[in-house]
């Protein structure tokens, strides 16, 4: 396994972002209290450039590189916003970028990816048919390959997030943090136990798409199929340095797919915000369970407002 980040890692790569990225927003929105019956601050991650949290990883990943690494460039795979972050972040420092995605991914997805400036490859069927093309041509090319949860770059750029939080909001109950490959939830523990120790760390994931929780939950990285329509959370295994840091989590919560079309809905009725999915599954873990939270403080990520047309279309249903 890479070396674990730790607090001092974030506070570093803070040093880095500052250069790139000002702090987002974190609101309380009173009719959102209301509805939920606590106070629930809402972590804007959908609105940095690339529209999800991770560009704070990428950039700091780029940012670290040697100049000969980023001659060389960089290989990833991806089906969707971890995509966005490196191609945003290598361009940022002029560095090369391969992306391979799945031959079917979402032409939204890969138009976007090219946009940036990357170089899109797609192939095979699936993540991790991508996977294993990115890791040919990284060995045949001499670019890093960058996994998009075993690289600790990611996740001390990532954790940049939680300063922020507890630092707005130092006495949080919860902290509520979506989960794909565990980047996020795992640099909450590490910012956390530093900063806001009695503050509970809870990961949530669709129940449709179970690996990173069933990882958690047996000790170990399973894969399990991915059903669930939020991609973000859909990373079908469980991944060695996230699922070692989140040991320290206080809990891990399923939801299910209507629970965050439901919470999407109301970010958009409640908090004039356009969430993706993966944004909206930390509130319906506290939609889904009132008792747990009620009269409670917590912040719950809004990790991206990369919506699909579907999810655009969902929001005017009930
Ligand atoms: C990637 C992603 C997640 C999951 O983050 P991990 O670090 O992979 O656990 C959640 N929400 C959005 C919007 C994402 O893009």
Known sequence: MEAAPTFADVLAAREVLVRHLPATPMWAYPALDAALGATVYVKHENVQPVGAFKVRGGLTLLAGLTPDQRARGVVTYSTGNHAQSIAYASTAHAAPCTVVMPAAANEAKVRAVRSLGATVVLHGADISDAQA????????????????????????????????????????????????????????????????????????????????????????????????????????????????????????????????????????????TLAEGAGAAALAAVLARPAEFAGLRVAVVCSGGNASPAEVAALAGS
Not at 222 to 244: E, I, W
Request: net charge negative; glycine share 10%; charged share 20%.
């Open 133 to 272: 093309r990115a890791e040919e041509l990284a060995a045949a090319g001499g670019g890093l390959l960058v996994s998009p949860g075993d690289t600790p770059a990611l996740l001390s750029g990532v954790g940049t997030a939680f300063l922020e939080i507890f630092e707005a909001v130092p006495d949080l109950d919860a902290v509520l943090v979506p989960v794909g490959s565990g980047t996020g939830a795992a640099a909450a523990c590490v910012v956390a136990a530093e900063l806001a120790p009695r503050c509970r760390v809870i990961a949530v994931q669709s129940a449709a798409s179970p690996a990173g929780h069933d990882s958690w939950r047996e000790g170990r990285c399973v894969r399990r199929p991915n059903r669930t329509v939020v991609d973000g959370l859909a990373t079908g295994r469980g991944f060695t340095l996230p699922q070692y840091l989140m040991r320290e989590l206080a809990d891990f919560h399923l939801v299910t797919d209507a629970q965050i079309a439901a919470a999407a809905r109301l970010l958009a009725s409640h908090a004039h």
